[in-house]
Every structure is written in structure tokens, then in C-alpha cells.
């Protein structure tokens, strides 16, 4: 019985050690100089993809990194840390989150230790609290257990209001918390030295954007970030692009859903038929469109109907 | 009644909540029917009848917006049909607090169609029970995925939640042809407010935040009831509701709405004939 129990133990140390010492990297890009990042699939999230949809990176400084973003699982953060421990040695100081939603926090926990400090929109710990143990449930569905059951929402605990600069050693980053616009706790991180921003889930490319703040604060959110000094844009979802060129897709979108949904709104229209006819001329521009433009025509009916 | 009933099955929303709502959510939509017991209680067993030619409930299959889920509710009866609806009760058996609302429609209005937004947690049977003169209880039921992605049914901006609080607006549709009856309306009626479930915990406090929400809305033409509505959390934040009537010549519609904080909100308008 003793024995039986010992080989147990040492078959599960054995594998987990055999698991830490396999753990797969995360591809990632470096798409200027000490900056990392992974493009995310454009997919849903599910088992098969580990919920590795949106993109994530992390900037190397002379004394210290900072993670943006850690993935949709914590299998995805795991691997994403091995990534930056096969570039570097230097200590994680932050991890800064673009917002709460699962595809961006849901491997907070493979960098829970002492040493690192979570970043986030001064919303963020509200949003974790009201959306999060949705997310958890609805994510068990296509993810599966395993997945999901080591999922942690961790919160920031240094939280932006306005902006705040993170200094990692002869590199500086911007960070900047908006009001409500793609969601409401959207925070950017513009790394001076190489004018790359990670704009989150303010910027979509290819994968149709998704409403989930407020749309006529993304519509203003839009006008403001074109005005940020950056040569590139990391996007939440889709390829690295110029700045700011690479608004202009998403722009467009928001704007034709507006218009169309002020005219349903002014014709009596029921929410229903925005449902089904707003924004029907983006459908060929997008992907996932038929996943996210029902949802995004819903969610502004019932703002726009306010004006 | 209502009440005592909607605290209760609001207390278990709670309860579960603290100990486990993943771990219930988690055995599947299919694991468990929670009708049987939700008839029990909220219907006290009177037998349901099939409601197929009294009342008919639409909504989408797949819950686009978790917090925005539009639901329609048409009653079916013939014009010369004796019996008229009493009122209509909207049950989403897999939320937290399943009994979403109940519709009491005017003696003299001639309600045919009401149609409001909620929140769906969970893949769920919606039913909808209506109650006729003849004192029969009638049901029909539909079933609607809960949304995938990052929608939940929570706040999108809690700030902005805030600050419509206790705003109205009325407005009339024209409808084409009249409808059905001579005098026939549609209209609608917004209410700003969070109406907040309740269900989330304060990070800081780690206290529930308390639910804040419409529990009563009465809307009439001059001084003649058209519906009263009993609400819950399940009803979409900016309570937002859609119907058809009948116009009695009234020259006024006037809404007055109260809140679980007590707050009592009133508002009347004149009724634009002009074309409609």
C-alpha cells in the first residue's frame, strides 16, 4: 500500500517535472528590437487552439521586461513565459493587461509570483469581478476542463487612471487608459524607444471588432489614437500594422454600423432586424463576421437608441 | 407574492453564486430541469395547459448579446374570443433568478404584444405562462443558447449605467394599416438604470454588491391601466419595453416606475395623434 503510494508520487513529480521541462514556447516575432510578439489565430477560442486567438508580445529594457498580455489559457501564458526565459534572464517586472477580457487574462496566473506587478485600466478589477466568473463558465463549453479548471482571475494591482510611464531600464513605456470604447477598462502601451503600440482591443484588423464598452466613445477613442506618435501597431487581433493606416478598416466598420443603426432606430425598427441587416456591406471584410455582427449590432441599438 | 417569490429564488441565485455557480454551470445546461420545480413555486402547481393559439414567445436561438437578449411575447387569441389575458409571467429557468417578469395587461387596453430585452446566463428553456379570465393557466416555452465570446450578462459600462438613472422616453410607432382594430398603437417605453443583478462581489469590500433594480412599472392612458410590470434582474439594463394597445381617445400617457432603493419615477406625455 505504502509502495503503491510512493510510486503514485513520483509518477505525478515525474510527470509534472517532465511537463515544466517539455513546455513548448509560444512562437513569437520580434517585430523591433528587444519587442516580442505572438500572433494570435484568428478564431474562436476552443480546446484545440488553447485559447491562443489574440496577439500578445513582451519589451526587453536594460534591467527588466514587461509582459503585454498573457493569452487565453494559462497553458497559453505558460508558454508564453517560456518564450521570453529562452530571449532573456532579466527579471518580469509587469504584466500589463489591454483590458479583462479572457482571451488577454486568461494566463494571468502562469506569472503569479512576488516579484511581478499586474497593470491595469483603473476598471479592470471591476470588469474581472462582473465578467469573469461568466467568462469561466462559458469558456468550460469549447474549451474543456482542463483548460479552464487552472484559470485565476488575477487582478492589478497597479491600476492607470489617465496615463502612467513603467521605466525597464533605458526604455520607457506609455501607458494610457481610455474611456469606455471597445470595452470599458481599454489601456495601451506605446513603447517609446521603438514607437510600437499595443493598442489591445482598440484596434482590430481582419477579425471582426467586437462592442463590448461603447460605441460612440470607440468612434471618439479612434480620432485620439490617430494622434498617437507611433510607426506601428500591435493590434489586439490581426497583423501588425502602420500607424495610423491601420485604424482605417476599423473605422469604417464602426461608422457603417452607426449610420445603419440610426436608421433602423428612425424608421421604428425592432432590435431584431438591426440584428439581422446592420452592417451586412462590411460582411466580406471580415472575419468571424457572422460570430461577432449581430452581437455588436444589439449592443449599439440599445446605446444609440439614448442619442 | 410575486415578491416573496422573487426573493427566495433571488436568495438561491446568491447562494449558489458564493458556493459554486461554476461547478453548477459546469454539469451542463442539460444535467438538470429546474421547470418542474420553478411551476411548484412560482405557479403553486395549478396545471398548465397547452398554450398553443393563446400566447406565443419569440427570441433569437442564439443569445447574440448575453445582456441583451430581445424576447417578444403575442397573445393569439381570435377578436371574438370571450376570455382575454389576465397577465403573462416570462420564466428563464436557468438564471439566477428565473422569474424575469410578469406582465399584467390593462382591463381595456387590448395588449396583443409586448416585447422587452433580458439577460440569459446559460443555455435555457424560456417559458412563458399566460393566465386567462377562465382562471387556466396556458404555456408555451422556447430554448436559446446562451452567447459565446466575451459577452457576458453584466454592465458593458457600468459608469455610463449610472448616469441615465431614472431618465424616460416614450415613443410611438406609426404601424401601417392600423393594425388589427381601430384605435390600434404601438409604443415604447425606456427606463435608465443599471438594474444591477446583485450577483458580483466587490473587489475592495468583498462584500455582494446589492441588487439595484425596476421592480414595478405602470403605464396608462389617462387614468385606464394598459400594463404593469413586476421585474427582476433578469430584465436588460435601461428597462426597455415595446406593445401594442389599444387607444382609448386619451389625450396622456403617463409611466411610473419604482426601484428596489425606492426611488419612484414618473413621467406622462401627450399622445401625438397626428397619423398614428
Known sequence: MVHRALLAALAILGASTISLAQQPELSVTEIAPGLFVHHGVTELMTRQNDGAIANVGFIIGDNAVAVVDTGGSVREGRQLLAAIRARTAKPIRYVINTHGHPDHVFGNAAFSNDGITFVGHRNLPRALATHGPFYIDAFR??????????????????????????????????????????????LTVLDEK??????????????????????????SAIGELSAVPALRVVPGHGPVSGWPAGLADERRYLETLASDIRALIGRGEQIRAAADTAAATERSHWQLFDDFNARNATAAFSEIEWE | MFGLHFRLLCVAGVLSGITGATLVQAAGPDAYDPWPLLAQDIFENRPMNDGAGVIAIEMPYRAEDAAIVPVTLRTLLPLDDSRRVLRITLVIDQNPAPMAAKFELGPEARVSEISTRV????????????????????????????????????????????????????RQFA??????????????????????????????????????FVNELRLWQDDSLVLAVEGGISISEDP????????????????????????????????????I
Not at chain 1, 474543456?144 to 487582478?155: A, F, N, Q
Not at chain 1, 503600440?197 to 460605441?215: C, S, Y
Open chain 2, 240 to 275: 426597455n419595453i415595446r406593445f401594442t394597445y389599444v387607444s382609448n381617445g386619451a389625450k396622456r400617457f403617463r409611466a411610473e416606475a419604482k426601484d428596489t432603493e425606492g426611488h419612484l419615477f414618473q413621467h406622462e406625455w401627450k399622445i401625438d395623434d397626428s397619423g
Open chain 1, 194 to 219: 521603438t514607437g510600437t503600440l499595443f493598442a489591445g482591443d482598440l484596434v482590430f484588423l481582419d477579425h471582426t471588432p467586437v462592442l463590448d464598452g461603447n460605441l460612440h466613445g470607440w468612434l
Open chain 2, 175 to 212: 404601424k401601417p394599416g392600423q393594425g388589427p382594430v381601430s384605435g390600434f398603437r404601438e409604443a415604447q417605453i425606456m427606463i435608465g438604470h443599471p438594474n444591477n443583478s446583485g450577483l458580483q462581489m466587490d473587489q475592495v469590500t468583498q462584500l455582494y454588491i446589492p441588487a439595484f
Open chain 1, 141 to 186: 463549453r469549447t474549451m474543456g476542463d482542463e483548460l479552464i479548471d487552472e484559470v485565476r482571475l488575477v487582478p492589478p494591482t497597479l491600476l492607470v487612471d489617465g496615463s502612467l510611464k513603467l521605466d525597464l531600464g533605458s526604455r520607457s513605456l506609455a501607458l494610457r487608459a481610455w474611456p469606455a470604447a471597445h470595452s470599458d477598462n481599454d
Open chain 2, 119 to 170: 439577460r440569459v446566463n446559460n443555455y435555457t428553456d424560456v417559458h412563458a405562462v399566460a393566465e386567462l379570465s377562465d382562471g387556466k393557466l396556458y404555456m408555451t416555452k422556447t430554448y436559446v443558447k446562451a452567447s459565446g465570446g466575451c459577452s457576458a450578462p453584466a454592465a458593458k459600462n457600468a459608469d455610463e449605467a449610472k448616469n441615465r438613472l431614472g431618465q424616460m422616453r416614450y
